[in-house]
Structure formats: C-alpha cells, structure tokens
C-alpha cells in the first residue's frame, strides 16, 4: 500500500486513552474538499439496500447478525483466538481484566462473557426458528429454510463448544450431545431440506445453494467434528477414513459451482465493499446497513481514534483490533487482497493533512503523526497506540455511521473452490493435485499474483489465509489443519487438544439446574 507524502502539521489532535469505554474526545477539521484518502474504503457510496423477501422469516436470519460483524460473541472468540489479529493493550485501553490476551494466549476461561455471548446468540436464533416452525402455516421451502438456519446456528455451537444441546423445540428439556451427534444432525436436516428449497430465495435468504455450499463446509470438516468431545480429544484431524465426507463435499460444491447463479467478481475488493448488495460471488448473505440491519462496526473496532478524520466518520473510532504482523507479511506485495484487506502507512484527515495523537509513545520514532505500522512492539501492558495494519477488508465509506453498509458473506463462491481444492488434495493425498492447483490458482490470479506450480498443506493454509481473513473461518481452519496449538505472534505453542473447543460457559452451567449441561473436559 503507497503512503501519503506528510504535507503539513496543520491538525493537532489531543487524545486521553482511556480504553473503548471512555472514547468521547472532539475531533475538530474542516470537511470541505473533495478528498480521496490513501486506504482502503475510499470514495462516496451510495447508501444501497436490497429487498429483503416479505416472508415472515426475518426474526429468524437476523438473529444471524448479532455478534458476527462486531466487538463480541463469534466474531471475537475465533479471530482474536488466532494467528489473524489480536487486541493489544495500549496502556489503560483493551485491558479489561486480561480477557483479550487471555484469548489470544489461548488461556480460555469460563467466565468469559464473549464464549457466553456466542452461546446465548446461538441458542437465541434457534428459538426464534423453532417458534416459527411451531407457529405453522409455511410453505415446504419456508420448513426447509428455517431448518437450513436452525443448523446454522447448531454448526456454530458445535464448531465451538462441541457438546451442546440439539434444541427443536421451544423450551424442551434435552440432554447434552456430544460433537459427533450434533455434527449428524446438521448433516441430516441440510440433506433433508435441499430437495424443498428453491435455487434462490431473494435477497439475505438461503436457497438451495446456500444449503449446498453450507454442507460442503461441514463435511469437509468431518476429520475435526467427528472426533469425540466427551472423553476428551485424543487425536488429530483425519485420523480415520473420511473419503466419503471428502467425496460429498465435492459434490456440494460442483453443485454450487455447476449452477451457473454465481461467479468470481474480478475485483476482489467490491465483494465486501460498502455498496456489495448482489455481488456475483455472493450465495448467502448478512444484510447490513447503516440505517436498516446495524451491527457491522468494524470501524469503530480497528481504526485509532483521530482516524475519524480519515473518512469523516460520524463517531469517534476505539483502537482495538490489528492485525499480527506474521499474519501480514504471509501476503506478498502486489496480491490484491494484501491491498483490499489492511490499512497501514502515515494517515491522513479528509484534506490531506496528517492526523496527530499528541498522547503518543514517546519512544516512538513515528512521533505524534498516525502511522499504522505492520509491526506491533509488544501484546501487553504498553503495545503502541498506532501499531498494528488494521481491518480493512469490509472497507469504509466517507461519512460512514458506527454501523457500516456492506453485506457480510455467510458464504461466497471463492470459498467453493478452495473447498473443492482441498477435499480433492485429502482425498488423493496430494496438495498438487491438478484440480487443487487449478482452483487455488485462479483465485491467485484474481489477486494479481503468480500462480503455484506445487503445493504442501501448510502453503494451502496460508493461501485460506489470504483469502479469507476478516470471514471467521480462520480458527476452523487453523484447528482442521491441526495448527491450533502452532505458535504464532505473542503466543506460544501448546499441545492442548481440549483448546480446540471453548469452555462450556460457568454462566449456562449455574442457569442449568438438573445437571444436563457438564463442562467440557481439560477445563
């Protein structure tokens, strides 16, 4: 990414940190020239909706929307739980009682509200499900939509905590399943539902295809959810044979890919850009907007605070998330998504002057002006306030609100190539098989950079990586390729299986009274 020559010293910014819960400093500039920032989200868009169906279904889908693109519940516990992106403690901001670096170290607590928030959505959204199944009156293909959204939700609960409840009815009393039970059910109800559904359903809606590219993710993770949480886990990923679940994840994918209803947009960078309503690679999606479906505030998240300036934001940014500098040198220069995915270098407000933290650290050799290193000089007590290429894959517009416009992908049709590539490479046991290299070299040409002639699982996950990051898949994948115990920045390696699932909430367990719900173990 270029970085903007410093013009001048104009604009002083006085900063107090006092962490995301005392961010109410004022911010002073002029908004008067037409001005393209040198970063990702740059330019007016219009602020476009699409048409969400009439259906009476929408309790249900935007349950899916609390806690997915936001400071909290799914989004948090699996990718500051990665190698994608932590939140450092910058002095007295982000500390909050360790819990962001006790996440990022993998020293996962009960007591966390965000593992509880993650269960407490979940188990929301099936409620308002089952309430509408119980309720009647709906069409086969409502049934099976409804059915494609309560396994949703299950998948959720599942890839995260491993042994739940399955929950079909409203306020029945249920035992506690253990990860392959759960893993069967999902599997079972996308399979019963694909022959009701139609190909597409309207706008935010999961069709047929939605189902299809749904169970092609959950078979191509059947080495991890097949695996036995109760008595602990024991053994690797693919320590059995999973050729048919590699087969079947094949065939859903061919189903997406042979529909002929979506294709790769050219530009990687207008999938998830504010104006992204009915994106060609889009098969499923979360209908955010700033007015209509809030919730996406990955501004407010990862930019510093006089970064307001930048894009002449409504409200003041919190300096949380960054991204590990690990994870972004793994993008060489000239990839595309290297470009559409971070924000680094000297900032600048709206005209072009720089913007100034007059609180800087005073051993930084960058001063008061704002320049988003990749680099990060320490995880806690004192990480530097401007370190850190932030979040800019879901790009922001000028004069965005708290909540952003873009429509966030459940599932998008690059994410279909690279499970083809890599339920083929499994099940020939070779990552240079030509189809694996086919798939993953198309998206690298899209992204303008050269092609693999041979490939080993560890570059396969790198390129998931770049390809993915921002899209909460990163710990799935992690965790699937058995690297969820590797080290990475500020996280030392561990060989602890029962970290490949969260801790059952202390909060669920004490609201549990006859014992049905029991602590995973190793916690």
């Not at 920032?37 to 219009?46: D, T």
């Not at 999938?271 to 060609?280: E, G, L, Q, R, Y």
């Not at 510093?304 to 300096?319: A, C, F, G, R, V």
Request: glycine share 8%.
């Amino acid at each position: 990414m270029n970085s903007r020559k410093l013009f001048s010293l104009a604009l002083l910014i006085s900063l107090i940190g006092y962490g995301c819960t005392d961010l109410n400093e004022t911010l002073n500039s002029d908004f008067t020239e037409s001005f393209t920032p040198n970063n990702p989200g740059f330019g007016q868009s219009a602020n476009v909706n699409g048409s969400i169906p009439a259906d009476g279904l929408n309790a249900a889908y935007s349950a899916i929307m609390t806690g997915t693109g936001n400071n909290g519940a799914w989004f948090h516990i699996n990718g500051i739980a990665s190698d994608e992106m932590l939140i450092p403690q910058r002095g007295g901001d982000w500390f909050d009682g360790g819990i962001y670096i006790d996440l990022h170290t993998h020293n996962f607590k009960s007591t966390d509200g965000q593992t509880n928030n993650t269960w407490n959505d979940a188990y929301n959204g099936i409620t308002q499900v089952n309430t509408l199944l119980e309720k009647g009156g709906l069409s086969a293909d409502q049934v099976a939509q409804l059915r494609v959204v309560r396994a949703y939700f299950h998948w959720r609960l599942m890839d995260a905590f491993g042994r739940v409840k399955i929950q079909t009815q409203v306020g029945a009393s249920v035992p506690q399943s253990d990860r392959p039970e759960v893993y069967q059910f999902i599997i079972d109800e996308l399979e019963a539902a694909i022959p009701d559904l139609n190909p597409e359903n309207g706008y935010a809606r999961a069709g047929k295809f939605a189902a299809h590219a749904f169970a092609a993710r959950v078979y191509l993770n059947a080495g991890v959810y097949k695996r036995s949480v109760s008595g602990g886990i024991s053994s690797a990923p693919w320590t059995g044979d999973y050729s048919a679940e590699l087969q079947k994840a094949i065939d859903h994918t061919d189903a997406v890919i042979n529909s002929g209803l979506y294709e790769l947009d050219s530009d990687f960078a207008n999938v998830f850009a504010p104006d992204n309503v009915d994106n060609p690679e889009h098969i499923w999606v979360l209908p955010y907007d700033e007015a209509t479906g809030g919730g996406l505030n990955f501004a407010m998240m990862t930019l510093h605070y006089p970064s307001q300036l930048t894009y002449d934001l409504e409200q003041q940014p919190w300096n949380g998330y960054s991204t590990l500098e690990s994870f972004y040198n793994s993008f060489e220069d000239g990839d595309a998504r290297k470009e559409a995915s971070f924000i680094v270098g000297p900032q600048t407000d709206i005209n072009g002057n720089p913007i100034l933290d007059v609180a800087f650290d005073k051993n930084d050799p960058d001063g008061a002006a704002i320049n988003y290193t990749p680099a990060i000089n320490e995880l806690f007590p004192n990480a530097s306030r401007q370190a850190g290429a932030r979040l800019g894959k879901f790009s922001f517009k000028i004069g965005q609100k708290p909540d952003g416009d873009n429509d966030f992908p459940l599932f998008r049709f690059a994410e279909m190539h690279l499970i083809k590539a890599e339920a083929t490479a499994r099940l020939n046991s070779n990552w240079s098989h030509p189809t694996t290299l086919a798939l993953v070299n198309i998206l690298r040409e899209r992204a303008g950079v050269s092609a693999f002639t041979s490939l080993t699982a560890d570059e396969f996950l790198a390129e998931l990586g770049r390809e993915k990051f921002q899209e909460v898949h990163r710990r799935t994948d992690l965790i699937r390729f058995d690297a969820w115990g590797d080290s990475w920045d500020f996280k030392p390696a561990h060989s602890d299986r029962y970290k490949e699932v969260f801790p059952i909430p202390n909060a669920q367990l004490n609201a549990t009274t006859d014992g049905s719900l029991t602590q995973n173990p190793g916690y």
